[in-house]
T-cell receptor
Framework: AQRVTQPEKLLSVFKGAPVELKCNYS??????LFWYVQYSRQRLQLLLR??SRESIKGFTADLNKGETSFHLKKPFAQEEDSAMYYC??????????FGKGTMLLVSP | DAGVTQSPTHLIKTRGQHVTLRCSPI?????VSWYQQVLGQGPQFIFQ???????GRGNFPDRFSARQFPNYSSELNVNALLLGDSALYLC??????????????FGPGTRLTVL
């Protein structure tokens, strides 16, 4: 069975500091990995997906199949990055398996 | 486009009752998925429907059921409510035929409280 693990419930950093949100997964097939974000009082939305190899709002994530990880990184955190971040993978069709989420707090 | 819409926003029920939650997908989207999010956890997959047919079902008891209508809107029904059913219920729609790389667009959710 597939599983997504986000080991940190809360990550607190200062503005301008680097950020790394950890995500590890277990999946028997070839995974499609995603990061979803939920800003305060907003709905859950896609941040980025590994297949696109894109950078969104300065965030990047690299799929490491050897370590079964998909960590989310940003070199310089901004206050507006404060949000709940969920790592997820798809199995079967487009159904998503989510991790428990990491709350990122960026202080001025 | 208003995006995915869900109704009601909040709902309070008592144990043993039945509840129906509703979802309207983004115009043109034919796939609808339902997720349950318990406080402090990530969303957990309940059902996926595409073209009115069930495409997938998560690990939920038979008290949970859903359907999709010809206009692609969807209902989630939960019978014999338990305290543990208290959660935020999220609906998501996607445009393609349920491909793994589909982007899921989420609604604001329905907060269900079971007393």
């Amino acid at each position: 069975a597939q599983r997504v693990t986000q080991p940190e419930k809360l990550l607190s950093v200062f503005k301008g500091a680097p950020v790394e949100l950890k995500c590890n997964y277990s999946y028997s097939g070839s995974p499609e990995l995603f990061w979803y974000v939920q800003y305060s009082r907003q709905r859950l939305q896609l941040l980025l997906r590994h297949i696109s190899r894109e950078s969104i709002k300065g965030f990047t994530a690299d799929l490491n199949k050897g370590e079964t990880s998909f960590h989310l990184k940003k070199p310089f955190a901004q206050e507006e990055d404060s949000a709940m971040y969920y790592c997820a993978l798809t199995s079967g069709y487009s159904t998503l398996t989510f991790g428990k989420g990491t709350m990122l707090l960026v202080s001025p | 486009d208003a995006g995915v819409t869900q109704s009601p926003t909040h709902l309070i029920k008592t144990r043993g009752q039945h509840v129906t939650l509703r979802c309207s997908p983004i115009s043109g989207h034919k796939s609808v998925s339902w997720y349950q999010q318990v406080l402090g956890q990530g969303p957990q997959f309940i059902f996926q429907y595409y073209e009115k047919e069930e495409r997938g079902r998560g690990n939920f008891p038979d008290r949970f059921s859903a359907r999709q209508f010809p206009n692609y809107s969807s209902e989630l029904n939960v019978n014999a409510l338990l305290l543990g059913d208290s959660a935020l219920y999220l609906c998501a729609s996607s445009s393609l035929a349920g491909a793994r790389t589909d982007t899921q667009y989420f609604g604001p959710g329905t907060r269900l409280t079971v007393l």
